[in-house]
């Protein structure tokens, strides 16, 4: 028998007893509304975790990624600055409320990086006056030809104009820069050549348009240049040159940690798995990759890149990357699937296979070096010539398996008169064998990554160590001249912690 | 000695010759007047030549993908049947020239799909409901505040929504739904709080641009679902499907080449690499189906999908699909590697290898079956089982190697007394075995697939094949009825040509 509680205001029980009668439990009418109330409570108080838990999110992504919240102030402050035209009196004389459109290029052109707001402006002013000019031009003609045929002129220019832009905005090489010229060609024309049908002086209404748009995208300008400027080519670099370290320390995590000798891997528990996972980031950079490159063209000379610095050849060195990420993806999948290799195998093969995912890795880490330093280095060659060594005495290994241990149908196989060795049935070297095949397939690509990365340095201009070297020396023998050198080193430092 | 040539309107010459005296072409005056005329043809034409070639990009593009011109169509309809507004004249003096919002309105929230149209429009009347309210609020108590403070309070204002709005839209949850609502969120509150300055009858303001925008946001919607409509849900699902058909493609088409069996590759040349390069869309697709899925949840009930489809469980099985083109990239690069393993062992294997892809790929386009008819297969666990015995036969094959041919170190190498075996170095092994490890782990993320498939297929309920046989001959027996079957069929062709 289920036993009715008390009402201790603690848990409450309601049964049907099988002969039909319902037990009730007596509330009194004070407790049914502290229920609602406390029912009401708990929605409150959920509602008010989920905003806490919001705030949670923001704060942390603020303090992970300051220049984000800056972003926010700096778009703050381009809107006050621009909104100054509606408060003082002489500049709200001059566009009255044309000043609508400064407010509204600021809203929309403003955006996170210098090259994105340069192309969004430059595409917002060329778009405008494009389609204000063509706007002016087909409402001239409109006028012309009598009041009859004006509104069918204007729709039909509308239609025709507005749909072949639309489409345009599909073909990938006007998606890719002038997407939103496009559309803003789309808006401007229809504006002026529908509205031109019920406004009278339409030229001075363009030309207040445009120039209050002149307004707002100047003021865009200036604030994101000025004030903490985030450059989209600093961004794609400091992108791929992160990448490289991230596939560096997967590969050597997740290789180490195959063999056993978790002793060297630096990061334990879940910052491990962070690091081994750190692959998977460039596995889908590709979008990212190409959305940066794209605004990086539109950007000035700044830092250390000039004008015309050849950000496609990231895009090439992003996609070999990926290649590499691809592999050790497959790789880290085989290190923790069920099938193990015997103890003796993985023994003998560690040394080979640790040797060169280390010296693979290393080659990745001297990129990064490169990428960082924006120095040709003298040291990758001698690099890429250990890691193909390495590969070759891997390659030796698994040719001499055969003189080693002989691979007999089990264990228990055959011996061979004048050797005494380990018989072990061939479908347990098959996992050593694969991921053998794995690394040596990582480092082709590897090797590949840095045909790429030269490309980048000779196309970038990268100085040479030898040269920044002598510099070096000959500043310190003049050390009243500023260190070249040294300020390289601190935009290094200040670019690793932006 | 170089001769002078003579004048005959075809090459020139000029020598300088070595004592000094410059051999001098004459050219009559004509000629060098034709010269730049020519140069100006040569420009002139080099520019048509592009103007044509892009004319011809697009063509192409219409031809491939009709939807999209008929976007831009819909986009040019639109427009022009909001310019009505300005046109017709008690239309006109219902909203004057706040028409220009629903212009607007009309360019900016017009997207392809009909689930991005939706969340744009919902995000335009949503943000700009909330900033107009909160803008109204705000602008009242700087009315109440004094002449002097009132412009303070609303700087302040506009920069600290500004830029909290501006830095929400970091914040993954905000970006991935509301980030349009935020801008507009921001460009409203600034309009309103700032133009309020200015503007005696703000509310009236308010109003008329909340109708106007109501008025575009109605148009675009019942232009983009009325329209043969492009539902961002189906775009998703025809993706998936797709991809399944590549991956399936590509894998056939790699391992068949690799053995040699070129007949049995349907397509040859361009169209074979094209087949064999299908899974590279696969690898690039995650930020498309995120966007997919992210407008999908906006749609209504559409075709056959209802409006709580769950849309996320594409989004798994579209990673499963990666991880396996991520394998098969790597199968594909080592098949066309340099290193080939010998003749004999490359036939012997042959038959298991081929059996296993054949196999896997023809789960996957069963899988693409079952998305395509949305119906439960009862033959997919039939085809797994005859994946994973093909996966254990070359298992066995792998094992019986040492059997039928001893691998030895050399060619030459040892023979057993009671053998008569072929001795291979395993060096030469290594390609088969890595091909097949490869193949193996192919078939294991196939199976998750599958599995990822089959959740889906539970949650959004798929019909049982045996069910719907039965209702096609019930349907047959009454043939006055409408086949559900055969419509079904019919949305599936519709799907395909789509």
Same mark, same amino acid.
């Given at each position: 028998?289920?036993?009715?509680?008390?009402?201790?205001?603690?848990?409450?029980?309601?049964?049907?007893?099988?002969?039909?009668?319902?037990?009730?439990?007596?509330?009194?009418?004070?407790?049914?509304?502290?229920?609602?109330?406390?029912?009401?409570?708990?929605?409150?108080? *959920?509602? !008010?975790?989920?905003?806490?838990?919001?705030?949670?999110?923001?704060?942390?992504?603020?303090?992970?990624?300051?220049?984000?919240?800056?972003?926010?102030?700096?778009?703050? &402050?381009?809107?006050?600055?621009?909104? +100054?035209?509606? =408060?003082?009196?002489?500049?709200?004389?001059?566009?009255?409320?044309?000043? !609508?459109?400064?407010? &509204?290029?600021?809203?929309?052109?403003?955006?996170?990086?210098?090259?994105?707001?340069?192309? /969004?402006?430059?595409?917002?002013?060329? $778009?405008?006056?494009?389609? $204000?000019?063509?706007?002016? *031009?087909?409402?001239?003609?409109?006028?012309?030809?009598?009041?009859?045929?004006?509104?069918?002129?204007?729709?039909?220019?509308?239609?025709?104009?507005?749909?072949?832009?639309?489409?345009?905005?599909?073909?990938?090489?006007?998606?890719?820069?002038?997407?939103? $010229?496009? !559309?803003?060609?789309?808006?401007?024309?229809?504006?002026?050549?529908?509205?031109?049908?019920?406004?009278?002086?339409?030229?001075?209404?363009?030309?207040?348009? +445009?120039?209050?748009?002149?307004? $707002? #995208?100047?003021?865009?300008?200036?604030?994101?240049?000025?004030?903490?400027?985030?450059?989209? *080519?600093?961004?794609?670099?400091?992108?791929?040159?992160?990448?490289?370290?991230?596939?560096?320390?997967?590969?050597?995590?997740?290789?180490?940690? =195959?063999?056993?000798?978790?002793?060297?891997?630096?990061?334990?528990?879940?910052?491990?798995?962070?690091?081994?996972?750190g692959y998977k980031c460039v596995l889908n950079s590709k979008a990212t990759e190409e959305v940066m490159a794209n605004f990086a063209r539109w950007e000035p000379a700044h830092g250390r890149f000039n004008f015309r610095h050849p950000w496609n050849e990231y895009l090439k060195v992003g996609a070999f990357l990926r290649k590499c990420a691809y592999c050790i993806e497959t790789l880290t999948v085989s290190t923790n699937s069920d099938t193990e290799a015997p103890h003796i195998l993985k023994k003998h093969f560690s040394k080979f296979?640790?040797?060169?995912?280390?010296?693979?890795?290393?080659?990745? /880490?001297?990129?990064?070096?490169?990428?960082?330093?924006?120095?040709?280095?003298?040291?990758?060659?001698? !690099?890429?010539?250990?890691?193909?060594?390495?590969?070759?005495?891997?390659?030796?290994?698994?040719?001499?398996?055969? /003189?080693?241990?002989?691979?007999?149908?089990?264990?228990?196989?055959?011996?061979?008169?004048?050797?005494?060795?380990?018989?072990?049935?061939? &479908?347990?070297?098959?996992?050593?064998? =694969?991921?053998? #095949?794995?690394?040596?397939?990582?480092?082709?690509?590897?090797?590949?990554?840095?045909?790429?990365?030269?490309?980048?340095?000779? /196309?970038?201009?990268?100085?040479?160590?030898?040269?920044?070297?002598?510099?070096?020396?000959?500043?310190?023998?003049?050390?009243?001249?500023?260190?070249?050198?040294?300020?390289?080193? +601190?935009?290094?430092?200040?670019?690793?912690?932006?």
């Amino acid at each position: 028998m289920v036993k009715e509680s008390k009402p201790t205001g603690g848990l409450e029980w309601r049964i049907n007893v099988p002969n039909g009668t319902t037990s009730k439990v007596l509330v009194p009418e004070s407790k049914s509304h502290f229920r609602v109330w406390n029912g009401l409570r708990g929605l409150i108080v *959920g509602f !008010m975790s989920r905003i806490w838990k919001f705030f949670e999110k923001a704060w942390s992504l603020a303090v992970r990624e300051p220049k984000k919240a800056i972003h926010g102030l700096k778009v703050g &402050m381009a809107l006050s600055l621009v909104s +100054l035209f509606y =408060y003082i009196r002489p500049l709200y004389n001059g566009v009255g409320g044309n000043a !609508m459109w400064a407010v &509204m290029t600021v809203v929309v052109a403003f955006e996170y990086t210098v090259g994105a707001t340069l192309c /969004k402006c430059v595409n917002r002013a060329t $778009g405008t006056f494009l389609a $204000g000019a063509l706007g002016l *031009g087909v409402h001239w003609i409109a006028n012309q030809s009598g009041e009859k045929f004006e509104p069918i002129i204007l729709q039909v220019s509308v239609f025709l104009f507005a749909a072949a832009a639309t489409f345009s905005r599909f073909i990938p090489s006007i998606k890719a820069r002038f997407d939103y $010229g496009a !559309m803003i060609f789309i808006l401007t024309f229809s504006l002026v050549s529908v509205s031109g049908y019920r406004v009278d002086k339409l030229f001075e209404l363009a030309h207040h348009r +445009l120039s209050t748009i002149a307004i $707002g #995208t100047s003021l865009c300008i200036l604030t994101v240049m000025l004030f903490c400027p985030v450059w989209a *080519g600093n961004e794609l670099h400091y992108l791929i040159t992160n990448n490289m370290e991230k596939l560096a320390a997967s590969l050597d995590g997740c290789v180490v940690e =195959y063999f056993g000798i978790n002793a060297n891997v630096n990061a334990k528990g879940e910052d491990s798995d962070k690091v081994l996972l750190g692959y998977k980031c460039v596995l889908n950079s590709k979008a990212t990759e190409e959305v940066m490159a794209n605004f990086a063209r539109w950007e000035p000379a700044h830092g250390r890149f000039n004008f015309r610095h050849p950000w496609n050849e990231y895009l090439k060195v992003g996609a070999f990357l990926r290649k590499c990420a691809y592999c050790i993806e497959t790789l880290t999948v085989s290190t923790n699937s069920d099938t193990e290799a015997p103890h003796i195998l993985k023994k003998h093969f560690s040394k080979f296979c640790i040797s060169l995912s280390s010296s693979s890795s290393d080659v990745l /880490k001297e990129l990064a070096v490169i990428m960082n330093t924006m120095t040709k280095s003298t040291k990758i060659d001698l !690099m890429v010539h250990e890691m193909n060594n390495a590969v070759q005495e891997l390659q030796g290994a698994l040719k001499s398996l055969s /003189k080693e241990t002989i691979i007999g149908d089990s264990k228990n196989g055959i011996e061979e008169g004048n050797k005494s060795s380990t018989v072990v049935p061939l &479908m347990e070297i098959v996992p050593i064998v =694969y991921i053998s #095949t794995l690394l040596i397939e990582i480092a082709a690509r590897i090797e590949k990554s840095v045909e790429e990365v030269n490309e980048l340095a000779n /196309k970038a201009e990268f100085e040479q160590e030898s040269t920044k070297k002598s510099k070096q020396s000959q500043n310190q023998q003049n050390p009243n001249q500023p260190s070249q050198g040294n300020q390289e080193d +601190l935009t290094m430092k200040t670019l690793q912690k932006v």
